[in-house]
């Protein structure tokens, strides 16, 4: 068991996969504490609290590069502000809230439009959700796992013993005429 030196609190297993750590010079970078507040907005829109930091932060990179004008500083503003001064110190259902409270601008229009792609195309979140990538240069999914979802319970599959179901849709025979 590990040694927890005093003043601090046993984390749980999702928490270690975050990065907690402190420093005395935090507020230091400007560009490391926007980073930060980018990084958090994308986990508050998309959470998966077993997902590591490192798909977040790859997606951040991929926002920053996206943002053609100046839409991020005053977004990340405007976020905070709708936070109540620091997005990155509130708790999770009040960072949600401020979310939606930028969720029409163009700024979260730019953050979404990116993170759909850039997060769930992260070859380490494909990993983590089970998907083994594309199939067609394996001979595709068919015969090579197409029902290998093991989370999914087994379909109800049964034959139908009832009457034949009557024709709804009138059928033409090969002269026009419908029968």
Known sequence: MPDIQA???????????????TTDDAGADPAAARTATLVRLIRVAYPHPSFPDGPYERTARAVRDADTGDLIPAGLDALDAAAGGDFTAVDDDAATAAVEQIADSPFFKLVHSTT?????????????????????????YLHRG???LDWLPDPRIEEYAGEPRVELV??????????
């Open 7 to 21: 003043g601090q609190s046993p984390q749980e297993p999702v928490e270690l996969q975050r990065d907690t750590a």
């Open 116 to 140: 759909v792609v850039a997060l769930y195309d992260d070859h380490e979140v494909w990993q983590l959700l089970g998907y083994e990538g594309a199939s067609f240069d394996k001979g595709g």
């Open 170 to 179: 009138p059928v033409r025979t090969e002269q026009g005429a419908q029968r």
């Open 146 to 148: 197409f029902d290998d």
